[in-house]
């Protein structure tokens, strides 16, 4: 049952131009005050939410376990049948109020979902074709291998069939990007040690790091806690990480993976001391295609391996970000709470360009 109005105030027509509901909360966790806009995206009539408890408000158990935590930024389904997705942003004031803004991305949110869907048939329908280019590659690599075959057919044969291998890992990372993006299962319901992940990420990239003389070394604080989460997507991440900074090490370099605890959760960074990231490039690399530095890479890339890093540290409550000193090497490094903080959206992550110094 609604409470009844207050006492009309006098109309401040800032209320209906602002483009975002807001609301604020009393000591005792009431409504004491809302704007037309926040009626409207909670399916309200005017006035009608003034007294109400923040259940009463929002009908929903994660909003109110939220703003019980006293402020921050969640996403969240409201207004009837849960029709608007908005990004709820709360604060306390010095009086012990809470002030609470609503922003409507329903409609950002339903283009992110055509883009996705967009991209996931694409890569489907890529996929097929790509395999058997692959194939036949790989089939004619072998039979150029026959005696009599001219030397630059072979190498042509043989740049085919390692263009084909870059263009079918873009087309799995771009898939994987756009399931990461479109609510794919990340699913923190491991416990994870990450000094144990790290030396598993090591171990799988020895052979690639020996083949250009560079060297892995694992230093992990066993103090570092065990973590809930996601233990093949954090995998995933530190494989990004690591292979990134074997490929721009110089040869005969080394790459350090440091685990260590940080407050109650864990820090973990990926150190080399190769190219380093300019200053210009250091605030774009985490976007999806962005690379640095096209001509210098030893191996190739995609350029999505540090969105998806992002997305997948995100979705685990994380920060990711990267020190970095042209010529002088780079620190990457996430940080990981201990346990998934309320108001996170697993699925999905937030937008911010992560840290970069
Ligand atoms: P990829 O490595 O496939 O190109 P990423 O998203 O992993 O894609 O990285 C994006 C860009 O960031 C790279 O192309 C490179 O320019 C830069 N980068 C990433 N890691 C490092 C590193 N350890 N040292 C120097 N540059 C790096």
């Not at 609604?2 to 401040?12: G, H, M, Q, S």
């Not at 399931?179 to 491991?190: H, K």
């Amino acid at each position: 049952m609604d409470p009844e109005p207050a006492r009309a105030t006098p109309r401040d027509p800032l209320d209906d131009l602002l483009p975002v509901g807001v609301l604020r909360f009393n000591a005792a966790r009431r409504v004491s005050g809302a704007n037309p806009r926040a009626h409207a995206l909670l399916d309200v009539a005017p006035g009608r939410l003034l007294g109400r408890s923040v259940m009463e408000t929002f009908l929903d158990l994660r909003v109110e376990r939220f703003l019980d935590d006293g402020g921050g930024t969640m996403e969240a389904r409201v207004g009837a049948g849960e029709s608007r997705t908005v990004i709820v942003r709360a604060a306390p004031t010095d009086d012990g109020e809470l002030v609470v803004t609503l922003e409507d991305v329903s409609e950002l949110r339903r283009l992110r979902q055509i883009r996705t869907e967009f991209i996931d048939n694409l890569s489907h329908e890529l996929r097929t074709p790509i395999s058997t280019v692959s194939l036949l590659a790989e089939t004619a690599t072998r039979e150029a291998a026959a005696e009599g075959v001219p030397e630059r057919l072979r190498d042509r044969i043989a740049k085919i069939e390692v263009e084909t291998g870059h263009l079918a890992q873009m087309v799995a990372e771009i898939l994987d990007l756009a399931r990461i993006e479109g609510g794919s299962p990340i699913v923190p319901e491991d416990d994870v040690d990450l000094c144990r992940l790290a030396e598993l990420s090591a171990d799988r990239l020895r052979l690639f790091a020996e083949r250009g003389g560079v060297r892995i070394a694992v230093d992990a604080d066993p103090t570092a806690p065990v973590i809930r989460a996601d233990e093949q997507r954090l995998g995933q991440v530190l494989v990004n990480l690591v292979h990134n900074a074997v490929k721009f090490s110089p040869d005969g370099g080394d790459v350090v993976i440091r685990v260590s605890p940080d407050g109650d959760g864990v820090r973990v960074e990926v150190v080399d001391h190769g190219i380093g990231i300019s200053r210009v490039d250091r605030p774009r690399i985490f976007e999806r295609f962005y690379k640095a530095d096209r001509a210098r890479v030893r191996g190739g890339g995609t350029g999505l391996g540090l969105a998806i890093s992002r997305h997948i540290v995100a979705a685990h409550g994380g920060t990711i970000g990267v020190e970095s000193e042209e010529g002088r090497g780079s620190t990457f490094w996430f940080l990981l709470p201990a346990r998934l903080p309320v108001g996170v959206e697993q699925d999905r992550p937030a937008e911010d360009a992560p840290a970069a110094t």
